[in-house]
Nanobody, 114 residues
Framework: VQLQASGGGLVQAGGSLKLSCTAS????????MGWYRQAPGKRRDLVAR???????MIVNSLRGRFTISRDDAENTVYLQMNSLKPEDTAVYYC?????????WGQGTLVTVSS
């Protein structure tokens, strides 16, 4: 399984970014998918997940700012991030949910400046 996250960058606090995760094959085969993030010196944590039927879950602290979606026709899962804060700075990864150890990609770096 090859998953490529993209769309990160440098953004000012209050700004928005939309991350994309493209699967090498049919993403619908992957089942539930998740976005995770790892800030410097911290563990990698779940940010959001989406089931094969489109049911979503955003971690409590990010609800109202982050949205996850998927387009299986495009083999892509998205993470829309609004009202970004400096504490959102992290490397963002996509993977299955629960994560597949062999499917971690390089992630995409999001840096939010104050």
């Amino acid at each position: 399984v090859q998953l490529q996250a993209s769309g990160g960058g440098l953004v000012q606090a209050g700004g928005s970014l939309k991350l994309s995760c493209t699967a090498s094959g049919n993403s619908a085969r992957f089942g539930a998918m998740g976005w995770y993030r790892q800030a410097p010196g911290k563990r990698r944590d779940l940010v959001a997940r989406i089931s094969i039927t489109g049911v979503t879950m955003i971690v409590n602290s990010l609800r109202g700012r982050f949205t996850i979606s998927r387009d299986d026709a495009e083999n892509t899962v998205y993470l829309q991030m609004n009202s970004l804060k400096p504490e959102d700075t992290a490397v963002y990864y996509c993977n299955r949910y629960p994560p597949d150890f062999n499917s971690w990609g390089q992630g995409t770096l999001v840096t939010v400046s104050s």
